[in-house]
């Protein structure tokens, strides 16, 4: 993983780019889950197989805080941050859209941010 992300790096591969090639991902990995369980439980269940280990918050204002308390990229995002940690977040902002119950990710923190890890998803149906 960490010769891709280097060899990713050097062919000029962009934050950008990691996140769209994600959100595809994220896409793909919507259509094993169930949409009517809601958003926040397939980007939980996507997580866990994974190897994410989310631990799911919500609050009274719609929204879900899914924070991903193990990284399984973590060596590889603490050298390339900003490919690794731009590839999961377009995974979560894919799998999000593609559930199809208006929920959309607000907040994505990567390994740069406090709280680190984390999305904040919004919606109607969170389940």
Do not use: W
């Not at 769209?20 to 990995?29: L, N, S, T, V």
């Amino acid at each position: 993983a960490g010769m891709l992300a280097a060899t990713a790096r050097a062919a000029g591969v962009r934050g950008d780019d990691a996140v769209e090639i994600g959100r595809e991902q994220g896409r793909a990995a919507a259509e094993r889950h169930d949409h009517g369980a809601g958003a926040v439980v397939a980007l939980v269940e996507a997580s866990s197989e994974l190897g994410f280990d989310p631990a799911v918050a919500a609050d009274d204002h719609g929204h879900a805080s899914v924070a991903f308390t193990h990284c399984p990229f973590g060596d590889v995002a603490a050298q390339h941050p900003e490919l690794v940690c731009a590839l999961h977040r377009g995974m979560v902002e894919g799998l999000v859209e593609r559930c199809g119950d208006d929920s959309t990710v607000a907040e994505f923190n990567t390994l740069a941010d406090r709280p680190a890890c984390r999305a904040v998803v919004s919606g109607r149906n969170r389940s």
